[in-house]
């Protein structure tokens, strides 16, 4: 069984711009979720999409968004990039969030210059 | 608020040297407890999940336990390609789903 597939894996943008991330779930897996990761502060909840809705929402401004399609497949968008963006972004899927284990992708490494 | 806390933040042990590492979590009603490897560069690798206290899990080398304050991850005899950093989440009792990670305990493991 295929794992959770993330693309691209690496990015480099500049202050100002903006970027989507893609990522892919488990086949089956419905709840998709967003973590970003930095030396700093570790992996933070971004959101979650479950059914094409977003169902949680952590604590970051507005410039980062997200969606999920009918085939659970999620993007999330960052706007207005700042240098602080710069992180490792995770997306994780599970069946259907409700404590159930969370599989993680090989992440998508955004550099922002 | 939701915490969780890991320690040490790093160790270093020598080839079948055991240990344990630990995190404690407060929260406000635990769902579900959650050890992760995570390699260099790399996404983190599922290992354990665990639900209530008293709950053990085993995996080759490694065993994890939990209370209602804590969580151990137990290493016997580790071997090299068990460095990596270990990561602990909590799933709150809450309307989120969302996990709340500790910031891991980098293990080296020397031949």
């Known amino acids: 069984k295929a794992g959770v597939t993330q693309t691209p894996r690496y990015l480099i943008k500049t202050r100002g711009q903006q970027v989507t991330l893609s990522c892919s779930p488990i086949?089956?897996?419905?709840?998709v979720s967003w973590y970003q990761q930095t030396p700093g502060q570790g992996l933070q909840f971004l959101f979650e999409y479950f059914s094409e809705t977003q169902r949680n929402k952590g604590n970051f401004p507005g410039r980062f968004s997200g969606r999920q399609f009918s085939n659970s497949r999620s993007e999330m968008n960052v706007s207005t990039l700042e240098l602080g963006d710069s992180a490792l972004y995770l997306c994780?899927?599970?069946?259907?969030?409700?404590?159930?284990?969370?599989?993680f992708g090989p992440g998508t490494r955004l550099t922002v210059l | 608020e939701d915490q969780v806390t890991q320690s040490p933040e790093a160790l270093r042990l020598q080839e079948g040297e055991s240990s344990s590492l630990n995190c404690s979590y407060t929260v406000s009603g635990l769902r579900g407890l959650f050890w992760y490897r995570q390699d260099p560069g790399k996404g983190p690798e599922f290992l354990f999940t665990?639900?209530?206290a008293g709950e053990e899990k085993e995996k080759e080398r490694l065993k994890a336990t939990l209370t209602k304050k804590e969580s151990f991850l137990h290493i016997t005899a580790p071997k090299p390609e068990d460095s990596a950093t270990y990561l602990c989440?909590?799933?709150?009792?809450?309307?989120?789903?969302?996990?709340?990670f500790g910031t891991g305990t980098l293990l080296a493991v020397q031949p």
């Open positions: 994780a899927s599970s069946f259907t969030g409700d404590s159930d284990t969370q599989y």
């Open positions: 086949s089956g897996h419905r709840s």
């Open positions: 665990l639900y209530s």
């Open positions: 989440a909590v799933q709150d009792g809450g309307a989120t789903n969302k996990l709340i």
